[in-house]
Nanobody
Framework: QVQLVESGGGLVQAGGSLRLSCAAS????????MDWFRQAPGGEREFVAA????????IYADSVKGRFTISRDNTKNTVYLQMNSLKPEDTAVYYC???????????WGQGTQVTVSS
């Protein structure tokens, strides 16, 4: 089992930046890929970004390419999502996930709210 706790969400104006963090505990010795998903009010959960265990493979949704950057620090068991040039349509609950393969989600965090005002 892996436990995931997100932090860093909040309220920001359009054009601003936030950095989300996701701290993993439990079976962190396993080589999990890590992902970020988001769910807007009334919408379905959607994929945002993923990173392999070694960090050499990155995947982004088209809607965030060039604005968001996923990274990880395995010494701290933490994955990050740097979000720049935020738009009101980025408003959502952001979830961290750990997967057996990249972009898979076998374990979920509880989510952190990101609200972008226009």
């Amino acid at each position: 089992q892996v436990q995931l706790v997100e932090s860093g969400g909040g309220l920001v104006q359009a054009g601003g930046s936030l950095r989300l963090s996701c701290a993993a505990s439990g079976r962190t010795s396993s080589t999990y890929a890590m992902d970020w998903f988001r769910q807007a009010p009334g919408g379905e959960r959607e994929f945002v970004a993923a990173i392999s265990w070694s960090g050499d493979k990155l995947i982004y949704a088209d809607s965030v390419k060039g604005r968001f950057t996923i990274s990880r620090d395995n010494t701290k068991n933490t994955v990050y999502l740097q979000m720049n040039s935020l738009k009101p349509e980025d408003t959502a609950v952001y979830y961290c996930a750990a997967g057996f393969t990249i972009a898979a989600a076998n374990y979920w965090g509880q989510g952190t709210q990101v609200t972008v005002s226009s």
